[in-house]
């Protein structure tokens, strides 16, 4: 699997660029399953190229939609007319957690400082909501920044972050558990190992948080500490160090036990039945659809390599560092040369810094593992990829599937329809909001909000994914209450927007 000076609020900003950029309520399942496609998601790894697949798919009717909108970051428009857009408020910056409780049907946001707050969602009058726990009450350790937090059926309230040493970081996951007067009593769930730092802006650590339907676990992600699997010796602490048994997964941990051990070893992880699935880079936020399956976007590298939608299911790799979407990392090639890469941008970071590169060292994948590859997008949106020769093209004009989606667009914030309280073509649906492309110049910038159309056949997702609202300024989170999706914009002031959908 693995091989082994600014203000405060500066550092927070450039926290949470680095943790989204790259650099939900949970619902019965239903009685019956909707119709898929039969073609099968999991692809062998082959020690080849493969390129971007030709086989035909029948592209999906679009609404009809404005073609040509002027788009004003922190100015959403909504592309449909039965879609309704107003600001509520605005936190004044530096959150990016907004989660629904579904005990109370109330929705919370939190920033890096674990302090919660209880969204007022009827004023509109731009005042901040009510301020509910803070990091003090919560009780973590000195150092300690929150980075996801999410909320079971019954109220209890999981709360991740991370501690930061020079060289190393930790996990922690604190569990607030209400009594009968709704008080919270805390206590840690689990902490991690300290495990090896980057030292740079691809250290994601541990992030997205979700609470299984049956309440018994939580799912956390741990995103990487490289951009694509080169080496990151952080200055030299860690010679010849890529990614690391706590880094690149997916971990499930029961609930019903405090002060839980994650060891930084990867045949420890997978005898506790700690690892769930291997090989994701960053996904940021997973989710349950109403059926029970754990879904999650991924987000791609600093290279125009698709960003991901991925089924997460026990014991899938999903091919990180090997694969990027549905493609072979060219740097595990010894014939490698970054020079004729057309999907290298010059503006990223890992670009100029050189970390694409010819890698003779690059690490074979694991003996005997079949990568499951991303989910299927038939657009009509959030489909671009780049072809190896720098050309940029829109997968469904082509008649063809993406891997997921557009490069660069972060997807967050994917929540679902389980009450079914939607109408028309959104009724049960899925939406995903865009952090949005940091740099580079492909047509599709992100921003926005998607609905996703999910079907499901056998073993194989695939999705049509339609482009509702525009013009975002970094939204980072939302939740879905009743017809109302509720949006927490990063940008600017930070603001929380409340889309009511039909």
């Given at each position: 699997?693995?091989?082994?000076?600014?203000?405060?609020?500066?550092?927070?900003l450039?926290?949470?660029l680095?943790?989204?950029?790259g650099?939900?309520?949970?619902?019965?399942?239903?009685a019956?399953?909707?119709?898929?496609?039969?073609?099968p998601?999991?692809?062998?790894?082959?020690?080849?190229?493969p390129?971007?697949?030709?086989?035909?798919v029948?592209?999906?009717?679009?609404?009809?939609?404005?073609?040509s909108?002027p788009?004003?970051?922190?100015?959403?428009?909504?592309?449909?007319?039965?879609?309704r857009i107003?600001?509520?408020?605005?936190?004044?910056?530096?959150?990016?957690?907004?989660?629904?409780?579904?005990?109370?049907?109330?929705?919370?946001?939190?920033?890096?400082?674990?302090n919660?707050?209880?969204?007022d969602?009827?004023?509109?009058?731009?005042?901040r909501?009510v301020l509910?726990h803070?990091?003090?009450e919560i009780?973590?350790?000195?150092?300690?920044?929150?980075?996801?937090?999410?909320?079971?059926?019954?109220?209890?309230?999981?709360?991740v972050?991370?501690?930061?040493?020079?060289?190393?970081?930790?996990?922690?996951?604190?569990?607030?558990?209400?009594?009968?007067?709704?008080?919270?009593t805390?206590?840690t769930?689990?902490t991690?190992?300290?495990?090896e730092?980057?030292?740079?802006?691809?250290?994601?650590v541990?992030?997205?948080?979700?609470?299984s339907?049956?309440?018994?676990?939580?799912?956390?992600?741990?995103?990487?500490?490289?951009?694509?699997?080169?080496?990151?010796?952080?200055?030299?602490?860690?010679?010849?160090?890529?990614?690391?048994?706590?880094?690149s997964?997916?971990?499930?941990?029961?609930?019903?036990?405090?002060?839980?051990?994650?060891?930084?070893?990867?045949?420890?992880?997978k005898a506790?039945?700690?690892?769930?699935?291997?090989?994701v880079?960053n996904?940021?936020?997973?989710?349950?659809?109403p059926?029970?399956?754990?879904?999650?976007?991924?987000n791609?590298?600093?290279?125009?390599?698709?960003?991901?939608?991925?089924?997460l299911?026990e014991g899938?790799?999903?091919?990180?560092?090997?694969?990027?979407?549905?493609?072979?990392?060219?740097?595990r090639?010894p014939?490698?040369d970054?020079?004729n890469?057309?999907?290298?941008?010059?503006?990223?970071?890992?670009v100029?810094?050189?970390f694409?590169?010819?890698?003779?060292?690059?690490?074979?994948?694991?003996?005997?593992?079949?990568f499951?590859?991303?989910?299927?997008?038939?657009?009509?949106?959030?489909?671009?990829?780049?072809e190896?020769?720098?050309?940029?093209?829109?997968?469904s004009?082509l008649?063809?599937?993406?891997?997921?989606?557009?490069?660069?667009?972060s997807?967050?914030g994917?929540?679902?329809?389980a009450?079914g309280?939607?109408?028309?073509?959104?009724?049960g649906?899925?939406?995903?909001?865009?952090?949005?492309?940091?740099?580079?110049n492909?047509?599709?910038?992100?921003?926005?909000?998607?609905?996703?159309?999910?079907?499901k056949?056998?073993?194989?997702?695939?999705?049509q994914?339609?482009?509702?609202v525009?013009?975002?300024?970094?939204?980072?989170?939302?939740a879905?209450?009743g017809n109302?999706?509720y949006?927490?914009d990063y940008?600017?002031?930070?603001?929380?927007?409340?889309?009511?959908?039909?």
């Open positions: 699997m693995h091989a082994h000076c600014s203000t405060p609020g500066r550092v927070m450039l926290f949470w680095m943790l989204v950029a650099c939900t309520p949970v619902a019965n399942a239903p019956t399953e909707p119709t898929w496609p039969a073609a998601i999991e692809a062998t790894m082959v020690p080849t190229r390129a971007m697949p030709t086989a035909p029948a592209a999906p009717t679009a609404q009809p939609r404005p073609t909108i788009v004003v970051p922190g100015n959403p428009i909504a592309l449909r007319a039965d879609i107003r600001k509520i408020l605005e936190t004044g910056g530096g959150f990016a957690r907004l989660k629904l409780d579904p005990l109370t049907q109330t929705i919370y946001y939190m920033d890096s400082q674990a919660i707050y209880r969204l969602v009827q004023p509109g009058d731009g005042s909501g509910m803070t990091i003090a009780g973590t350790a000195p150092g300690f920044y929150s980075t996801g937090m999410a909320f079971g059926r019954d109220g209890t309230l999981y709360v972050g991370n501690i930061a040493a020079e060289t190393t970081t930790r996990a922690v996951i604190r569990k607030g558990v209400l009594d009968s007067s709704g008080k919270r805390w206590t769930l689990a991690t190992e300290p495990y730092k980057s030292n740079t802006q691809f250290d994601h541990f992030n997205g948080i979700v609470v339907p049956d309440g018994r676990y939580v799912y956390v992600n741990s995103g990487s500490r490289t951009d694509h699997g080169e080496v990151q010796a952080a200055r030299g602490a860690f010679p010849d160090t890529r990614e690391v048994p706590l880094t997964a997916i971990f499930r941990i029961p609930t019903d036990r405090d002060d839980q051990l994650l060891p930084n070893d990867e045949a420890e992880l506790r039945s700690y690892l769930f699935a291997d090989g880079r996904s940021y936020d997973p989710a349950f659809a059926n029970g399956d754990l879904l999650a976007g991924d791609g590298p600093d290279a125009d390599y698709p960003d991901e939608l991925n089924w299911q899938h790799h999903y091919g990180f560092p090997w694969r990027l979407g549905n493609i072979d990392n060219p740097q090639f014939d490698y970054p020079s890469d057309g999907r290298l941008q010059p503006d990223f970071f890992a100029k810094e050189g694409y590169q010819t890698d003779l060292t690059f690490p074979p994948p694991p003996a005997g593992v079949t499951t590859d991303p989910i299927a997008n038939l657009g009509p949106d959030a489909d671009h990829f780049r190896v020769d720098g050309r940029e093209q829109d997968a004009d008649g063809q599937p993406a891997y997921t989606f557009t490069p660069h667009r997807p967050l994917l929540v679902f329809d009450a309280a939607l109408t028309g073509d959104l009724k649906g899925a939406f995903i909001l865009s952090w949005g492309a940091a740099a580079g492909l047509s599709d910038p992100g921003r926005d909000l998607l609905h996703l159309k999910l079907t056949s056998g073993t194989a997702y695939q999705v994914a339609t482009q509702l525009v013009g975002f300024d970094h939204p980072v989170d939302g879905l209450l109302k999706l949006v927490l940008g600017g002031k930070g603001s929380i927007w409340e889309v009511t959908l039909p």
